[in-house]
């Protein structure tokens, strides 16, 4: 990963001028997943890993990106129509840019120049902090003024329209709004979030990335996400009230298990849980108590894994080896599934303990190493300061 310098200078040389540089960060949730498409809760938390943005206008309209990562420029043109066809990385970029510059006929182009340290494909939401930083960049270059949650849902309106993901706005929200030593608490119906104390003396939060990445998984999220709406449209016949699964208590729905065929039953059942378990886990953080937060966990991780079937043998086989390790709290998969990592609270005496486990035991299963390690709450997107040394 280049320091912004180095991306400044790199940058010069390629389009022989000085760039702004922009940011914004990848994530992990602690807790709270598939509940964000349910109007319900989430509690992510922004990490250091983040994806850059050197960028600088163009007089035309064209918007030409280089990536580090993949090693490819491509471009588009605001002023021709977006065709339909998936160009992997650059839809990101591309729906974020005609979201933001939708009926301006004013916005302009620009020259970007991408690096990254988020893992891509390891549910850490890679695609969140591409389409964030570029939107950021995009819109701060054109001198038009986007709220954070406008950016955020410019950008889940990039994975809906021009990916075919159908998110939620958990990642793109705690890319927006993150903050250092925070998690954050989203309301996906209203879009309030509420900052909640995650410096956790004593605890530290470690990422397993077991490294699958299954080709499915989008429409399995997709149906997923279609299995909860059927739910609510049964539901409704008997509680009109309800417009999304948020509106249900365990009661109610345990009430009315008898209008729902499996497996809705057992979808509806994880996302009301996890709502009450998000919650919890809230008043759990506040009063730093981890062993309360880490049993939420892992009832977390048992809901996701047996009731909404997300989960994959690697990363149960992760969260089975955290358990076992003394001074682990809890260990759930997170983010939305079939793959991608685990997270898990630890004593921050037995983070060395946890890392050997999680290494020795995944390669006496499945003779290979994940990645492993620690991370913090970090802020949202931001523009860095002029780097230092670079040409002007
Ligand atoms: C993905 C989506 C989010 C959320 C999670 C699961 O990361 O982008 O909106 O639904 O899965 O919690």
Partial sequence: MLDDTTLAKRFWA?????????????????????????????????????????????????????????????????????????????????????????????????????????????????SAALEMSTGLALTSLAGKRVSPLDLALAAQSAEHDYVGTQCGIMDQLVAARGRRDRALLIDSRSFETKEVP?????????????KVKHELAASAYNQRRSECETSVS????????????????MEELLGDADMLPEPLFRRCRHVVSENARTLAAVRALQSEDCSALGALMLASHESLRSDYEVSCGELDRCVDIARAV????????????????????????????LIDALHSGFEATFQRRPDVFTVRACEGMKEHDAPGGAPL
Avoid at 25 to 50: C, E, K, Q, S, W
Avoid at 337 to 351: Q, S
């Fill in 198 to 210: 995650c410096a956790l003396p004593g605890a530290a939060i470690v990422l397993c990335d077991t």
């Fill in 234 to 249: 049964i539901l409704r016949q008997r509680r009109p009230r309800v417009r999304a699964l948020r509106d249900l208590s």
């Fill in 14 to 126: 390629e389009n022989g001028r000085a760039p702004r540089i922009f940011s914004a960060p990848g994530r992990v949730n602690l807790i709270g997943d598939h509940t964000d498409y349910n109007d319900g809760y989430a509690l992510p938390i922004a990490i250091g890993r983040r994806t850059v943005v050197a960028a600088a206008v163009r007089t035309d309209r064209k918007v030409r990106v280089r990536s580090l990562n993949v090693g490819q420029v491509e471009e588009f043109d605001l002023d021709r129509p977006w065709t339909p066809r998936p160009r992997g990385w650059l839809d990101y970029v591309e729906g974020v840019a005609r979201a933001v510059s939708l009926g301006d006929s004013a916005f302009v182009g620009a020259d970007l120049l991408i690096d990254s340290d988020v893992p891509l494909g390891a549910g850490l939401s890679s």
């Fill in 326 to 353: 003394r001074g682990a709290y809890g260990s759930r998969m997170t983010g939305g599934g079939f793959g991608g990592c685990t997270v898990t609270l630890v004593d921050a005496n037995a983070v060395g303990q």
